[in-house]
């Protein structure tokens, strides 16, 4: 995600303009979740700050020394899981719903299981931990397998696990690629006999916010979700007349110059679109400037940064332009 985490980390940027970690607690609130433990590393205090106004969830956080594996990751909060009792996990990192949690707990509640993951479909499974199943229950993970065949079953890192698991991944050996992986300690309690359920989903819902393209499309699918064709409108914000907002969110103090446009595209706090430009499918972060006549599709636009008169950006689903905070652009 660099270089748009050299200022942030990766969990405080935004989706239809709220911090992914935010969405993800308060979808774990909204299904009955009272207390919620935190795991930070990178620029913890930032997240520490960004989520201190949180209310309604007793919150607490665990420190991780050094980025050393998801396995690693939950083992820094070992005080805050009891071993009898199950818990939910989910990475800060992905979307996930309120839909697709309550049913995942609630499967492994009534059916009897160990625990449980989601599973979502993608045709690029080589990205993620393909699952190997047996009916609905987990026989073990492929991690980035580059001999899976797509479309396959992949691991959307959303789980209820037994408090064992900390046991477990207590004792996981480094894998391949130097990290202790959680999902060896998923899989070793299967190989203990425990019964790890796999809830099925299309996924639209689901994205995993590993490089600027998915971070895009999460924003514009979250966007036509929350706002269909309408905006939100933040406090201290100035529209001047005869501009466009469809499928938009403006956060506080923006201001949009007369006849500007934006579409499917969210404008964080204290940035500025110019008269006469155009905004689609984009991101445009803290304090950015949009001069006037610009002309931006599918990019993300970093904090700081000035995009001057007349200037075109143009990027692609797959691949869109990615300016770096602080930066002024060459036209």
């Known amino acids: 995600m660099n270089p748009l985490t050299s200022e942030r980390p990766k969990h405080l940027l935004p989706v239809a303009g709220k911090p992914i970690v935010r969405r993800v607690i308060e979808v774990l609130s909204q299904v009955g979740v009272e207390e919620v433990r ?23 956080f665990s420190l991780q020394e050094r980025p050393r594996g998801t396995a690693d990751a939950l083992l820094a909060a070992r005080d805050f899981v009891d071993r009898d009792e199950r818990f939910v996990l989910v990475y800060g990192d992905v979307t996930v719903t309120r839909e697709p949690l309550e049913e995942l707990i609630r499967r492994v509640e009534e059916g009897g299981l160990d625990g449980g993951l989601i599973g979502v479909v993608r045709h690029d499974p080589w990205r993620f931990g393909a699952l190997q199943v047996d009916g609905d229950l987990l026989v073990g993970i492929a991690e980035k397998s580059k001999e899976v065949r797509p479309p396959a079953l992949v691991n959307a890192g959303i789980y209820v ?36 359920g796999v809830l099925r989903s299309e996924g639209s819902w689901w994205f995993d916010l590993g490089g600027p393209a998915e971070l895009l499309r999460a924003n514009v ?8 064709d309408g905006f939100r409108l933040g406090r201290g914000s100035v529209v001047m007349g005869g501009s466009s907002l469809r499928t ?24 500025s679109v ?3 430009a155009e905004v689609f499918e984009s991101l445009v972060l803290e304090g950015a400037k949009v001069g ?38 060459q036209r």
């Open 38 to 60: 935190v795991v930070i590393g990178y620029m913890a205090e930032r997240i520490r700050e960004a989520l201190s106004d949180v209310r309604g969830i007793e919150l607490s």
């Open 161 to 196: 696990l037994p408090g064992e698991v900390m046991e477990v991944a207590s004792s996981v050996p480094l894998s391949p690629r130097g990290e202790y992986e959680l999902t060896d300690a998923v899989v070793g309690l299967v190989r203990r006999g425990r019964r790890i």
């Open 221 to 228: 699918v979250y966007l036509k979700r929350e706002l269909g």
């Open 248 to 271: 938009a969110f403006v956060d506080e103090f923006v201001t949009l110059g007369p006849s500007s446009s934006v579409e499917a595209s969210a404008l964080m706090r204290g940035s």
């Open 274 to 276: 110019g008269r006469k």
């Open 292 to 329: 006037e006549g610009v002309r931006i599709e599918r990019c993300v636009i970093g904090s700081g940064s000035v995009v001057p008169e007349g200037t075109v950006l143009v990027g692609t689903q797959d691949e869109p332009v990615v300016i770096p905070p602080g930066t002024f652009v």
